[in-house]
T-cell receptor, first 118, second 113 residues
Framework: GAVVSQHPSWVICKSGTSVKIECRSLDFQATTMFWYRQFPKQSLMLMATSNEGSKATYEQGVEKDKFLINHASLTLSTLTVTSAHPEDSSFYIC??????????????FGEGSRLTVL | GNSVTQMEGPVTLSEEAFLTINCTYT??????LFWYVQYPGEGLQLLLKATKADDKGSNKGFEATYRKETTSFHLEKGSVQVSDSAVYFC????????????FGDGTTLTVKP
């Protein structure tokens, strides 16, 4: 149990287009989801915290108009990279906290989505 | 604020060698502590956890003990395998903060046959 799935796992797009990445909790309700960005051989950079039914909380330095986050249901959060540019190329990872494990802060991670902007 | 400091890598070991990856933390309150592992091209997955002082988390031969007096949570394995090659992240979470975690920078482990 406690599976989080991301889609797509790999996406290549042209500069100026928008790309949507989905994060789903498959067997539990995720009241809170987190979006991270990871550069090669570097740690996770928390981008934002999304709570079901409310606006996402963005970390300092993350452009909310650039990285649109929607958490419309307890099993789905989406990250849309708008007007993508080559510098947005990265590995994006989501994680979810839920009733299961939330008292300990345990996170369940998606497989990650690699975005390449040409 | 909270912070996690991990031993810098990369770490290269021969198969069956002993592994230690150091992790120390600073936090207000009483956090839960975690080790996550990331295999190449994948997301992170929980390796082990400890929720209170003196707890020992263990999984797949890996162990880590929550040491409040030294604010440490060092990861150990007695005999590593090639399949253990991955990036290891130490993390902490305030138990009242709905899962928002603070991560260390990650330590890359390569195990050679």
């Amino acid at each position: 149990g406690a599976v989080v799935s991301q889609h797509p796992s790999w996406v290549i797009c042209k500069s100026g287009t928008s790309v949507k990445i989905e994060c789903r909790s498959l067997d539990f309700q995720a009241t809170t989801m987190f979006w991270y960005r990871q550069f090669p051989k570097q740690s996770l950079m928390l981008m934002a915290t999304s709570n079901e039914g409310s606006k996402a909380t963005y970390e300092q330095g993350v452009e909310k108009d650039k990285f649109l986050i929607n958490h419309a249901s307890l099993t789905l959060s989406t990250l849309t990279v708008t007007s993508a540019h080559p510098e947005d190329s990265s590995f994006y990872i989501c994680s979810a906290g839920a009733g299961r494990g939330i008292n300990t802060g345990e996170l369940f991670f998606g497989e990650g989505s690699r975005l390449t902007v040409l | 604020g909270n912070s996690v400091t991990q031993m810098e890598g990369p770490v290269t070991l021969s198969e069956e060698a002993f592994l230690t990856i150091n992790c120390t933390y600073t936090a207000t309150g009483y956090p839960s502590l975690f080790w996550y592992v990331q295999y190449p091209g994948e997301g992170l997955q929980l390796l082990l956890k400890a929720t209170k002082a003196d707890d020992k988390g263990s999984n797949k031969g890996f162990e880590a003990t929550y040491r409040k007096e030294t604010t440490s949570f060092h990861l150990e394995k007695g005999s590593v395998q090639v399949s253990d090659s991955a990036v290891y992240f130490c993390a902490l979470s305030d138990q009242g903060n709905a899962g928002k975690s603070t991560f260390g920078d990650g330590t890359t482990l390569t195990v050679k046959p």
